[in-house]
């Protein structure tokens, strides 16, 4: 009998220790763990566009900071005082679009550094060129986020000789818990932007020119895109040279055909043109929502937050906006319907029923701005490569009767840039430029009007502590003192 | 005569020693009581033989002994068993001295039992019959006021509505803090298990009349052989076993009525009408509120609808429980069949229950017992087809603010679903239409169920391994009528089926002995292993074409979507215990217990904690020094220290989890939890000092004192955004929270004489917390996450848990009878909507509004009790008894969210009769401002509404009639008894709201204490019958 006993006791060890394995070790049946989301070639790819997704935040790029660029600066005025005391440069350090932009924009980063530190570690499972693309399309990603960010929150790169005012924490490594090395110091806003020009440089080289699909070519990161937005980037670090080298490579068709539409509205109407050369996507199931989307905010019949002020319209406080320029024909008036019918407003964004309009972020005419704005700084005189490549864009939007411009039309080498900063102004409203573009070329922000459209605002000049974002503080109390705010704040 | 013919005889056998040495014979006798009565079925058995017989009803045995006999083991049960040698004499009469029932009983603990006296930890006992037969829907209602420190509250009447059972105070912040449920060593699943709108308490499959005892674990040292659960307290629920010997068969039935135990007040008709046209044109606007023609005769018709009353009933409730039990020696059992069919006040709401239970005991041989204990029950559940609460027609949200003007029935006979002559854009569907029309019902189906065997290997030393299942299977069926309410115009129906299964396996070892006289050694090793899983499968049509074709697909509804998934619980637990009961000269007592377990809801490097305790005890009783104080039976000194846990955590909170999303028209894979791989157990270090004392042999006295500390409880840590985690959180052990108390419990005879007894039971707990800290920065916790303005009170470090956080309200003025608040620095201001401006009271200037940020920490003010207990009285009179049950709670507050909605200024609904007092003359003072339309700030969510909830409730009376003996044996029963009683009779309170006890968040612990439109309790009336056989 006991000898039967310690065989029932025998069984019972081995039997237990297979039970407890199947009790303890148990994977979920409803979620996707962290190893397989690594596993096939196709998910990994769908990680990397999660931080595209990242990207599309509408508290991000899906539309807000667009907005907030442009709320920055004189061609519209908050309406409805929506966004507070941001138009009044008055925020405060517990400012929810300091944070909500803080947070999207690092969510966008981690996004991308998860998904190369996870193709990283699953290498073998991918081939090797395609690794190499999405590595790179990451890092486009990471850039882009770092860049935005940047310009929010430290003083435009000029604003010292080189570089060396406060940016902030550059974030390249992949956190899986509450690991204090992402709790790090503000970079300097050079170090940023070296790691933005790395970053694009790198991707510049495995991106693809095409993923043979249009949809995709638009929305994702493309030797196209890189190069373009690396002109644009160098042209904010005032290295004119560079500015000029990678804007005529997509000029010149290096990295695919972009061009001009016939009418600047055909951009608008349709986001996949050989215009566009990279926009954030929206459907009508995906987008910011009633209260962030783009043609929520500038549309009379959405909430027409944003109206067009006297400043932009006006031929003497826009003097390159002539006054048979077609492209005051993107500009509407309001309605009755939302008691808007005394202003103005912009008909880039229009789609109020499904909010699927897009967030344009480059496309081919800015490249040539870019490009021409470089080369006239570069010359010695006025240069007639930069007026064409003005030219080019103007052509489109001038009345037929007016000419184009001529190295006569300009008096001096500053005649000509003041000329391509205007038409840049014009073509580009709205699109989240304007105020980033005063405050790199050093200038104030003039006539610009509060929220009854009639009232002038004091003039903000360059460098003042509140033409950027505070550190939001709540992120400076977790941090326990290693951010330090900005002045001001 | 016959004693010396007996005689005579055994001392002619001993004349014959030889002869005698080789032959077996006769021996007789008679056993009797104390008392000289006969007792019957006793066992007289030869020692260490099989040898044995029972005793015949008038006491006497007669036995064939074996030669070499040596001696005769008489027992019976309740009685000690006493041992006799046989010598020469033919006849063996014997006294059976009863148990000292304290001295024997037993108590269960973990996977053991052992004798009351030696019990060092915490434990209180509850009796089957404190349960039984209580028209509850549940069992764990029966257990208010029952158990000291156990607060148990039922948060509403709604069929199946949460029980949250608090053992010691709140045991954690956001993970669960429901005391662990175990029957018959079966964890059982618990807690809200409804899939759609309303709410289904696990613990109501079961029949609280197959209950022999509940016992709480309350301290570390009884709690720690279920260390990883029992951070919140165990519940030991042991059902009823056979006897051997004692056959009985048991008929119990009561039937009675339930009706609502509160009205809250509201508006007649009249009064309404005029209460709303004087708030509309004291704001300069069109009077609304008129009586309308509602049968077409051309005159108005005054109809006064009291929609509580239409929507309430006396719902019929009636239990029958059949149950035989006994046994022989070999064998004993124990099976019922129950039907329990509860029919709620509110139409419609009601639950059916049937179930059967057999449990079976069986000792093979002498070595080997193997039993079962197994349960089938059904239970049907009608709930409320409207949703409940605060959806507009839902119970008691409907009644309350449904136009009193208007009739229930329109002049076809149908509901009325107009809104008769107010002139508003939108009426509240018929409640009434509502409730009938659509239903939520759900059909469960539950086998509880364990398999034991049990091994003695050698003399004291027992194996024991079981086998438990649990298994749920449900069917959820919900249909919204195109007609009215939710469903107008489309008419939807969700169907849900949905599993929960639980199995374990557990072996132990038990070695029982007494060394060298004095030292007494339980020792307990063992094994366990625990899976948990769930399923879901759901169906919804929506657009229903037909509303007589219900079922859903294609054919009867324009769109039909499925979808499965796992409902909530997917686990498992490996566990590995041990413990050491040592008693020495059963003086000092002491008990070491240790527990390992594995829980698969986190990580490898952290899944295994360890849970140890320590407890000893003095029985001060067993000193010589005691001995003077003859009415001291037992004295007990005892103390215990140790650690539990707590895993009760979600699902899969460490695992670190992506899902998919869309970039617009591309398919992304996301980070959708960070998960945590440090993620461990939450762990309670408690310390627990207490005295049991049975004084004048008849009073037993316990007092105690514990002091427990959590700490790693799991809370959203807000971490740095560069991090880039989905909200900037990660789910992290970092909370603290402690819990000091007292409890007293006694239980004394206060009058014992012949004819007349009286008893009394009074329990008391006194409990204090206070959360130590929450997150790396401090800050103040809500229960939802996401919208902290929607709540009401937070765990916030240094104070107590659920401290309210409210604006104050600062009275109404009565110079012009403007509401009024105090901001954060304790400014009065007053609001006046017609020019919509705040102003300072003092000097009239204007102000800013009040805001969000002006609310403040109500220091101490929080929905857990301060003091809080029961008093049962029991009283016997000849052959009448009588019982009363008093539950009591002192020191608490609730935020009555419902009666800010009856003061609403911004809809016609109705209103709670109390706006009467609205201001209307200057001087007047009144807690209700003038009435002015549109004023939505002045109901807004402040210390207006915070009330005191301090109550002494008659939880149970109880008055019945035994039929004495003389009449009973003529007719060959046992026992019969009359009953009448009444459930939840009387509640003494100032509260205004729903009920004391409402709690609209459910099984919540920060946002406890919301009395947000749940129905009212149900109070009970019913008469029964006891009939034994």
Not at chain 1, 349 to 358: K, L, Q
Not at chain 2, 209 to 226: C, F, G, P, Q
Not at chain 2, 293 to 306: H, S
Request: hydrophobic fraction near 35%.
């Amino acid at each position: 009998m006991h000898t039967i006993l310690l065989y029932i006791f025998f069984a019972i060890a081995v039997i237990g220790s297979s039970c407890q394995k199947k009790v303890t070790e148990i994977k979920p049946q409803d979620l996707l763990s962290s190893d397989l989301a690594f596993s096939t070639p196709e998910r990994i790819e769908k990680v990397v566009l999660a931080a595209y997704d990242g990207l599309q935040s509408r508290e991000f790029l899906g539309g807000r900071s667009l907005v907030y660029v442009d709320v920055l600066g004189e061609d519209i005025f908050d309406r409805t005082l929506y966004f507070g005391e941001l138009s009044r440069f008055s925020l405060l350090g517990s400012s929810g679009i300091a944070s909500d932009s803080w947070t999207a924009g690092y969510f966008a980063i981690a996004s991308a550094n998860r998904a190369i530190a996870g193709i990283e570690a699953n290498i073998s499972k991918l081939e090797a060129a395609k690794a190499k693309e999405l590595i790179a399309e990451c890092k486009f990603v990471r850039a882009v986020a770092n860049f935005y960010l940047i310009n929010f929150f430290g003083q435009t790169f000029v604003f010292t000789a080189d570089g060396s005012q406060p940016g902030i924490p550059l974030i390249t490594q992949s956190f899986t818990s509450n690991d204090a090395a992402a709790n790090q110091p503000r970079s300097s806003v050079a170090n940023i932007y070296n790691a933005v020009i790395t970053d694009l440089t790198e991707a510049l080289a495995d991106l693809p020119d095409t993923y043979n699909d249009t949809y995709n070519d638009k929305t994702r990161g493309t030797k196209g895109s890189a190069a373009s937005l690396l002109s644009r980037v160098y042209l904010y670090k005032a290295d004119y040279t560079n500015a000029k080298k990678y804007a005529k490579d997509v000029i010149d068709g290096t990295y695919g055909d972009y061009e001009l539409q016939a009418t600047v509205d055909a951009v608008f109407a349709d986001y996949t043109t050989a215009e566009t050369i990279w926009s954030i996507p929206h459907n009508s199931t995906d987008n910011p929502n009633t209260n962030n989307a783009l043609p929520m905010h500038y549309y009379p019949t959405g909430r027409a937050d944003l109206a067009i002020s006297n400043s932009f319209i006006s031929t003497v406080t826009n003097p390159y906006f002539a006054a048979d320029d077609k492209r005051r024909g993107m500009i509407i008036p309001g309605v009755a319907a939302t008691n808007t019918t005394a202003y103005k407003f912009t008909r880039k964004y229009t789609d109020i029923t499904n909010r699927a309009d897009w967030a344009p972020i480059i496309r081919y005419a800015e490249v040539l701005l870019n490009y021409a704005e470089a080369q006239a700084r570069l010359a010695t005189g006025v240069d007639a490569d930069a007026i064409a490549k003005l030219n080019t864009v103007r052509d489109r939007a001038k009345a037929a009767t007016t000419l184009s411009y001529t190295i006569a039309s300009f008096a001096s080498k500053q005649a000509l840039i003041d000329a391509i900063l205007g038409e840049r102004r014009i073509e580009l409203a709205f699109e989240g430029h304007r105020f980033w573009d005063l405050m790199r070329t050093k200038a104030a922000v003039t006539n610009k009007y509060d929220s009854d459209g009639s009232t002038l605002l004091p003039s903000q000049p360059f460098g003042a502590k509140k033409n950027i974002f505070p550190i939001p503080q709540i992120e400076i109390d977790k941090s326990k003192g290693v951010l330090s705010q900005n002045d001001g704040y | 005569m016959r004693k010396i013919l007996l005689l005579l005889l055994s001392c002619g056998l001993f004349l014959l020693p030889g002869v005698l040495q080789a032959q077996s014979r006769t021996i007789t006798g008679k056993v009797t009581d104390a008392s000289g009565n006969a007792v019957p079925n006793a066992s007289v058995v030869v020692k260490g033989t099989k040898v044995g017989t029972v005793t015949n009803t008038d006491g006497m045995y007669s036995l064939n002994i074996p030669a070499g006999a040596k001696s005769l083991v008489i027992s019976s049960v309740n009685m000690q068993a006493e041992e006799i040698r046989i010598g020469p004499d033919q006849v063996y009469n014997l006294t059976l001295k009863a148990q000292d029932a304290s001295m024997q009983e037993v108590v269960v603990v973990g996977y053991t039992t052992i004798l009351k006296r030696s019990l060092t930890g915490s434990v209180s006992k509850v009796s089957g019959e404190a349960v039984a037969n209580k028209p509850v829907l549940s069992f764990d209602q029966a257990l208010t006021g029952k158990a000291a420190g156990v607060q148990v509250n039922t948060a509403s009447g709604l069929v199946g509505d949460n029980v949250t059972i608090r053992i010691r105070g709140a045991a954690s912040i956001t993970s669960g803090a429901q005391p662990l449920s175990v029957l018959d060593g079966i964890p059982i699943t618990q807690g809200d298990l409804g899939q759609l709108y309303n709410p289904a308490n696990g613990l109501a499959d079961l029949n609280p009349n197959d209950i022999e005892s509940v016992e709480v674990l309350k301290d570390a040292s009884a709690v720690s052989i279920y260390g990883s659960r029992g951070s919140a307290g165990v519940l030991l629920i042991t059902t009823k076993k056979g006897k051997a010997g004692q056959s009985t068969l048991n008929y119990d039935t009561y039937v009675g009525f339930n009706e609502a135990s509160r009205k809250i007040k509201v508006l007649n008709a009249a009064d309404y009408t005029t209460t709303i046209n004087k708030l509309r044109t004291n704001a300069g606007l069109a009077a609304v509120a008129k009586y309308g023609d509602i049968d077409g005769d051309g005159k108005l018709d005054t109809v006064d609808t009291d929609w509580q009353d239409a929507v309430y009933r006396k719902g019929l409730v009636q239990n029958h429980q059949l149950a035989l039990s006994g046994g022989s020696q070999r064998t004993t059992y124990y099976t019922s069949l129950n039907y329990n069919d509860f029919q709620n006040y509110i139409d419609v709401n009601r639950q059916k229950r049937g179930s059967v239970r057999l449990n079976l005991n069986s000792k093979l041989n002498d070595w080997l017992q193997i039993g079962i204990n197994s349960q089938f029950s059904r239970t049907k559940s009608y709930g409320l087809g409207t949703g409940v609460g605060a959806f507009l027609s839902g119970i008691p949200f409907g009644p309350l603010t449904a136009f009193p003007n208007i009739p229930v029935y329109g002049p076809d006979g149908d509901y009325y679903l107009g809104r008769g002559g107010n002139v508003i854009a939108s009426n509240l569907p018929n409640p009434k239409a509502v409730t009938n029309l659509n239903y939520d019902n759900r059909d469960a189906r539950r086998f509880i169920g364990s398999a034991y065997g049990e091994v003695q290997l050698i003399k004291g030393l027992k194996f024991k391994s079981q086998v438990n299942l649990d298994y749920l299977t449900a069917f959820n069926d919900n249909f919204w009528n195109p007609d009215v309410g939710d469903g107008q115009g489309f008419g939807l129906a969700q169907t849900v089926h949905s599993e929960a299964n639980t199995w374990s396996w557990f072996n132990t070892l038990n070695y029982n002995a007494v060394i060298a006289n004095d030292h007494e050694v339980n020792a307990l090793a063992g094994v366990e292993y625990t899976r948990n899983t769930s399923m879901y499968a759901y169906n919804r049509g929506v657009g229903i074409k037909d509303p007589e074709f219900r079922i859903i697909n294609t054919a009867n509804f324009d769109e039909v979507a499925a979808e499965n998934g796992i409902a909530g619980i997917d686990d498992g637990l490996a566990s590995y215990f041990g413990g050491i009961n040592y008693g020495y000269k059963k003086k000092y007592l002491a008990t070491v217990n240790f527990r390992r377990d594995a829980d698969s809801r986190f990580g490898k490097a952290y899944r295994w904690g360890a849970f140890p305790s320590g407890s000893v005890a003095w029985r001060l009783t067993e000193e010589d020094f005691m001995d003077q104080f003859k009415f001291v039976n037992e004295l007990k000194l005892r103390t215990s220290y140790g650690v539990t846990g707590n895993s009760n955590v979600g699902y899969f909170p460490e695992l670190s989890t992506y899902e998919p999303d869309t970039y617009a028209d591309l398919g992304v894979l996301t980070l959708s939890n960070p998960g945590n791989a440090k993620l461990r157990w939450e762990r309670h270090k408690q310390f627990n000092i207490g005295i049991d004392a049975v004084l004048w042999g008849n009073t037993n006295v316990t007092l105690e004192y514990y002091n427990r500390k959590t700490i790693d409880i799991i809370l959203k840590n807000p971490v740095l955004a560069t991090l880039g985690f989905p909200g900037n959180i990660i789910t992290e052990n970092i909370g603290e929270l402690q819990n000091q108390g007292i409890e007293l419990a006694v239980s004394t005879p206060v009058l014992h004489t012949k004819t007349f007894n009286w008893t009394v039971n009074f329990n008391m707990a006194w409990n204090k917390n206070k959360v130590l800290s929450t997150n790396a920065n401090g800050d103040q916790l809500f229960d939802t996450d996401t919208d902290p303005n929607a709540v009401f009170s937070v765990a916030k470090p240094g104070e107590q848990l659920g401290t309210f956080y409210l604006i104050r309200w600062g009275g109404v003025n009565p110079a012009n009878g403007l509401p009024m608040f105090l901001d954060s620095n304790g400014n009065q201001k007053q609001y006046d909507h017609a020019t919509k401006a705040w102003t300072y009271l003092k000097d009239g200037t204007t102000t800013s509004q009040i805001a969000a940020t002006d609310r403040v920490l109500l220091k101490g003010k929080t929905p857990y009790p301060k003091i809080y207990g029961g008093l049962s009285q029991s009283f016997s009179y000849l052959s009448f008894d009588a019982a009363i049950d008093l539950q009591y709670a002192f020191g608490f507050w609730v935020y009555d969210q419902t009666r800010s909605t009856l003061f609403a200024y911004s809809n016609v609904r109705n209103k709670s009769e109390d706006i009467l007092d609205a201001w209307t003359t200057a001087g007047q003072n009144t807690d209700v401002p003038r009435l002015y339309y549109g004023d939505n700030l002045w109901s807004q969510a402040s210390t207006r509404w915070l009330e005191k909830g301090d109550f002494v409730r008659i939880r149970n009376v109880q008055i019945g009639y035994t039929l004495p003996k003389s009449i009973i044996d003529r007719v060959k029963i046992t026992r019969l008894r009359f009953y009448i009683q009444a459930q939840n009779l009387y509640t003494f309170t100032g509260y205004k709201g729903i009920d004391p006890e409402a709690n609209g968040f459910g099984n919540t612990n920060i946002g406890l204490g919301v009395d947000r439109y749940r129905p009212y309790l149900p109070r009970t009336y019913t008469v029964g019958i006891n009939l034994g056989l």
